[in-house]
């Protein structure tokens, strides 16, 4: 696959690409959702084999967990079965989406993944790490992400930016923001711990210049694989 793309006055070189599995993370109000549809988008434009899907959630078992685990109402459940049922819809979504498109060759965005479970359950909760670690690895089989990309962004500026978005609130929003500062700690915790892997974008500017540095980064990964 060649082709050179514009992106913010700069040329672009997608010289060629092999499937991956790229996945974005971060707190909440980081724009996370939009951004990663504009770079399937983008990725697609390019010819790009791309399947774009989401955690949790992505299949219709998934699906039916989210609103599970997302119920404002369900202010009873326990932190284990949090953990459980993320698990069950990340289990459900590897084999029969991200698998079967990865060896189809395509590219694969997803928007959160098991990151976020260590993040929010683990640094956010307190569940321990080395068990979380454990049961997302059964949940998987043990498929890791090539690229993990952070949207990176101010914990109170990110909740009022979700708050005056107009989205669905989730079970995980009415918790305190200290939770928050927490799982966003972590989550830069994770990004050191394997530099090869994770990539750390400011947020909290304009959509177009983080959108703008997504799509380097990513056709910068391109360029540094072989072909399949
Ligand atoms: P979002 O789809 O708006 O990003 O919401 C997903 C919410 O679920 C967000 O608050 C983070 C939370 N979450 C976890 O706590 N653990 C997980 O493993 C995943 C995938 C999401």
């Known amino acids: 696959m060649h082709d050179v793309c514009l992106v913010g006055g700069h040329a672009l070189h997608i010289t060629h690409y092999a499937p991956m599995f790229i996945t974005l993370e971060g707190p909440e109000g980081g724009g996370k959702s939009s951004q990663i549809r504009l770079l399937y988008d983008f990725l697609q434009a390019q010819g790009i084999a791309v399947r774009l899907t ?64 260590l993040a929010y359950q683990g640094y956010g909760r307190g569940l321990d790490l080395t068990a979380l670690r454990q049961i997302t690895h059964f949940a998987t089989g043990g498929l890791k992400p090539d690229l993990t990309i952070l949207l990176d962004i101010d914990v109170t500026v990110g909740l009022a930016r979700r708050t005056n978005g107009g989205v669905e609130m989730n079970r995980l929003d009415l918790e305190t923001v200290a939770f928050h500062q927490r799982v966003r700690q972590g989550y830069h915790q994770l990004a050191v711990q394997e530099p090869a892997r994770w990539v750390i974008i400011d947020a909290g500017r304009p959509s177009e210049v983080v959108q703008a540095d997504l799509r380097a980064i990513v056709v910068a990964r391109f360029s540094s694989v072989p072909d399949a």
């Open 54 to 117: 989401r955690e949790p959630g992505g299949t219709s078992i998934g699906d039916e967990i989210r609103a599970c685990v997302h119920n404002v109402q369900n202010t009873a459940m326990c932190p284990e079965a949090e953990l459980l049922l993320y698990s069950a819809s990340r289990a459900q979504l590897v084999w029969e989406v991200i698998r079967p498109s990865l060896a189809a060759g395509s590219v694969v965005l997803c928007d959160r993944y098991y990151d976020s479970t």
